[in-house]
Structures are given as structure tokens and as C-alpha cells.
T-cell receptor
Framework: GAGVSQSPSNKVTEKGKDVELRCDPISGHTALYWYRQSLGQGLEFLIY????????KSGLPSDRFSAERTGGSVSTLTIQRTQQEDSAVYLC????????????FGPGTRLTVL | AQTVTQSQPEMSVQEAETVTLSCTYDTSENNYYLFWYKQPPSRQMILVIRQEAYKQQNATENRFSVNFQKAAKSFSLKISDSQLGDTAMYFCAFMEYGNKLVFGAGTILRVKS
């Protein structure tokens, strides 16, 4: 079946602009995760959704970052007033709730802030 | 906070030979999961193998096996009969009761023909 999909694959934006990154999880997966992969910080957790609610958003680096999930499916990660340090690959993963230890990752969105 | 340490930034191995990637972690928890993920240049993170801490038997998946030493908090990955397609970045990751993965810095593995 279809895996986790993310769009866009690559995004180049100017400093100060807002961006939206989209994640479409595997059908039937109720848990959804966002991670960020950057040269300076490695791979780090951002936020986790169970259904439409986010029990753990402890990894969001600042209030410029927000995420939502609607219909228990698609999730959008929004970065407002982008900064150069936001440049990274943003990875999304999904899992069945009862199998949260098996997370399936999407191909990521590479964000470049000029 | 949990930490995961991969002390080998880069490794090389000849095709068909065996290589071992190291990983140590720090936690005060008794129940947790450990993982090895592979990330080829395509960026797609692929789960290679996982280990549940309460299981003493080392996990094995075809050519991939782990050496899990709970007391030493060590979790190394052994790749046997290395293939060119094994060339990738390998991440060790930890998950305690909960859902978020904590990753190490990664080890770049190059398989040479």
C-alpha cells in the first residue's frame, strides 16, 4: 500500500516568509510524528499527534512553529517568519496506535531559508 | 533526558565482509525500545531492526543482528555479507514508554566493491 507522503519535496523560501509543510500518513495510522533533521542538531523530535490532538509538542523549538491535524489524517507543519536556522529536512512518520514502536517515515521536505 | 551516542561518524567495509556499528545510550528506565534506522541518499528512513529491552535475546533480521548489552547500555548493529545497497547513514534510536524517538548523530557506512 501507499506509504507516508510529504509535500513539497523541496521548498526554498526567503527569510521572514511563512511556510506550510504537509504530511499524509499511511491510511489507518492514528499516530503521526514530526521530526527535524539539521546539520547542527541532528535528528530531533518536534511534535506527536494521536488522532487530531497533540499530547506532546515539547520539541517545537519556538512559537513560530505550529502544527495541526485534521480528520485524523493529514497534518500540516507551519513555520512563521522563517529564519535561516530553520533550514533542515522535516520528516514525518506515522504508526498504528497499538504499534507506536514501529514508525514509518516519509521522504521528508527539505526546507531552505535564504 | 535520554541520550544516544554513536561514536563512529564514518565507517567503511568491503563488499561481502562484516561490519559492526556502535551505539550507547543513557536512561534510568527499565522498559524501552531500541532501533536501528537506515537512511540512504533518498532521505527515506527505513527501520532495519528493533529490540525490546525486556527481551534478552538479541534481535536478528536476515543479515542484520544486534548485540544488546542492557547493563552496559550498549546496542551495536552487525551487518553480515555487506552489500553495496547497504551504503547509507545509520541511526541508532531509543524510545521509552511513550512515542518519540531519540536519535544518535548517525554513522555513515560506505560499502566498497
Amino acid at each position: 500500500g501507499a506509504g507516508v507522503s510529504q509535500s513539497p519535496s523541496n521548498k526554498v523560501t526567503e527569510k521572514g516568509k511563512d511556510v506550510e509543510l504537509r504530511c499524509d500518513p499511511i491510511s489507518g495510522h492514528t499516530a503521526l510524528y514530526w521530526y527535524r533533521q539539521s546539520l547542527g542538531q541532528g535528528l530531533e523530535f518536534l511534535i506527536y499527534f494521536q488522532g487530531n490532538s497533540a499530547p506532546d509538542k515539547s520539541g517545537l523549538p519556538s512559537d513560530r512553529f505550529s502544527a495541526e491535524r485534521t480528520g485524523g489524517s493529514v497534518s500540516t507543519l507551519t513555520i512563521q517568519r522563517t529564519q535561516q536556522e530553520d533550514s533542515a529536512v522535516y520528516l514525518c512518520a506515522s504508526s498504528k496506535w497499538e504499534e507506536h514502536n514501529e514508525q514509518f517515515f516519509g521522504p521528508g521536505t527539505r526546507l531552505t531559508v535564504l | 533526558a535520554q541520550t544516544v551516542t554513536q561514536s563512529q561518524p564514518e565507517m567503511s567495509v568491503q563488499e561481502a565482509e562484516t561490519v559492526t556499528l556502535s551505539c550507547t545510550y543513557d536512561t534510568s528506565e527499565n522498559n524501552y525500545y531500541l532501533f536501528w534506522y537506515k537512511q540512504p541518499p533518498s532521505r527515506q528512513m527505513i527501520l532495519v531492526i528493533r529490540q525490546e529491552a525486556y527481551k534478552q535475546q538479541n534481535a536478528t533480521e536476515n543479515r542484520f543482528s544486534v548485540n544488546f548489552q542492557k547493563a552496559a547500555k550498549s546496542f551495536s548493529l552487525k551487518i553480515s555479507d555487506s552489500q553495496l545497497g547497504d551504503t547509507a547513514m545509520y541511526f541508532c534510536a531509543f524510545m521509552e514508554y511513550g512515542n518519540k524517538l531519540v536519535f544518535g548523530a548517525g554513522t555513515i557506512l560506505r560499502v566498497k566493491s
